[in-house]
């Protein structure tokens, strides 16, 4: 089955930049989607089609895909950024996957 | 605005089916490019994709559970449902229902589709 690599944890301070990464086999030729999720609180998509950002999440969360990773990068990292992210894909057209999660915190 | 509720018995036994409906407001579980779809997480784990209906009527499963999932719609109601069989304590976890979108698509593009809007989440515990 198709498997997604991330991190478990990452820490950086209060406006540095944040870079977390997903591998998979190959999955530049797949569409990339990051989720940010809070204790308690469902899912957020931050980021979807690997570059995308919705109208409600702030700039400095951007995405690129190629290769065999996916990246997530938040720029100028703020406290309210922690959280843990999740990237996803999908697997012969029809079957999704999520990665392991990473686990951001902002100290 | 889009709304996703999940609901259902928190509480189910072992090796009985769990059962649970998302209900949507906002818009309509035909409306073309969409997809509804239920995630589980397991307390302190990951997020785990259990299958998806698509707005013709398609279903599509994680291969992992295929066997013991059913998703349904019922369009009259705006609902969608997930029945889960045979249920082990390894089921217990947060189940989220969301809408999963596929713009620009002609078909039944879910390799294309992310997930835009989540239901605030419903805990199952399997327990005797």
């Known amino acids: 089955s198709y498997e997604l690599t991330q991190p478990p944890s990452l820490s950086v301070s209060p406006g540095q930049t944040a870079t977390i990464t997903c591998s998979g086999d190959?999955?530049?030729?797949?569409?990339a989607s990051w989720y940010q999720q809070k204790p308690g609180q469902a899912p957020v998509l931050v980021i979807y089609?690997?570059?995308k950002r919705p109208s409600t999440i702030p700039e400095r969360f951007s995405g690129s895909n190629s290769g065999n990773t996916a990246t997530l990068t938040i720029t100028g990292t703020q406290a309210m950024d922690e959280a843990a992210y999740y990237c996803?894909?999908?697997?012969?057209?029809?079957?999704?996957?999520f990665g392991g999660g990473t686990k951001l915190t902002v100290l | 605005q889009l709304h996703l509720q999940e609901s259902g018995p928190g509480l189910v036994r072992p090796s009985e089916t769990l059962t649970l409906t998302c209900s949507v407001s906002?818009?309509?579980?035909?409306?073309?490019?969409?997809?509804w779809g239920w995630i589980r997480q397991p307390p302190g784990e990951t997020l785990e994709w259990i299958g998806s209906?698509?707005?013709?009527?398609?279903?599509y499963y994680n291969p992992s559970l295929k066997s013991r999932a059913t998703i349904s719609v019922d369009t009259s109601k705006s609902q969608f449902s997930l029945g889960l069989s045979t249920v082990t304590a390894a089921d217990t976890a947060v189940y989220y229902c969301?809408?999963?979108?596929?713009?620009?698509?002609?078909?039944?593009?879910?390799?294309?589709?992310?997930?835009?809007?989540w239901g605030e989440g419903s805990l199952v515990t399997v327990s005797s």
């Open positions: 996803q894909a999908w697997d012969s057209y029809t079957s999704g996957v």
């Open positions: 190959k999955l530049g030729d797949k569409f």
């Open positions: 906002g818009d309509s579980l035909s409306s073309n490019n969409c997809f």
């Open positions: 969301a809408r999963s979108y596929a713009p620009a698509c002609g078909g039944d593009c879910l390799d294309e589709s992310y997930f835009d809007f």
């Open positions: 089609r690997d570059t």
């Open positions: 209906v698509s707005y013709t009527g398609s279903t």
